[in-house]
């Protein structure tokens, strides 16, 4: 077997693709996003899933401040803007929402900025947080789940978005 560094191996762990967004959807200056690799469903029941995100993040800040946060699974359609604003550029210095021109949907149980076509959208509130090396580990039970697109979900390995190859029906 040939031996590989761990920071490259890291890198060939499928990981899901994911916008997180927070903050008030209609305030311009208090909402944003950032694109998520880091991320799993971490309990049955209740249903948790955790983010892992450094603490110098605007959505950090955001989700601190509203205790909540919007899960988007990215499709073809929105892998641009995964790559090249959620995940390059920070909400201190823009508005992605508008430099994008997506009119954020208010979230129905957290206050949120929802992306409507996203395939697949999960409502979180915090429940913890956790200190883990350069990241903050953060803890959220899923309130709410809705479906914005039939288009399939992608996954990032290796530094790039993939296609995933779905069980037929
Ligand atoms: C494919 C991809 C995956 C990313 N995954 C994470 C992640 O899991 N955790 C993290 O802290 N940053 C991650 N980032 C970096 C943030 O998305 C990026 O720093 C973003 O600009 C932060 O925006 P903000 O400061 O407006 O919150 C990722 C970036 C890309 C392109």
Known sequence: MKSIDVFSALDLVPQPLLIVTAGDPSNPRRRGGMTVAWASRVSWNP???AISIGSSKYTYQLIKEYGAFAVHTVSRKLVD???NVFG???GRDVDKFKLLGVEPVKARR???PIIPVAP???ECRV???HAVGDHALIVAKVLEAYQGSEDKPLAFL???AVE???PSE
Request: net charge negative.
């Open 88 to 90: 390059s550029l920070s």
């Open 164 to 166: 995933i190859e779905l």
């Open 110 to 112: 957290v206050t949120a």
């Open 47 to 49: 249903p948790l899933f």
């Open 81 to 83: 803007a995964a790559m």
């Open 120 to 122: 697949l959208i999960m």
């Open 127 to 129: 429940v913890s947080e």
């Open 158 to 160: 290796h530094a790039n």
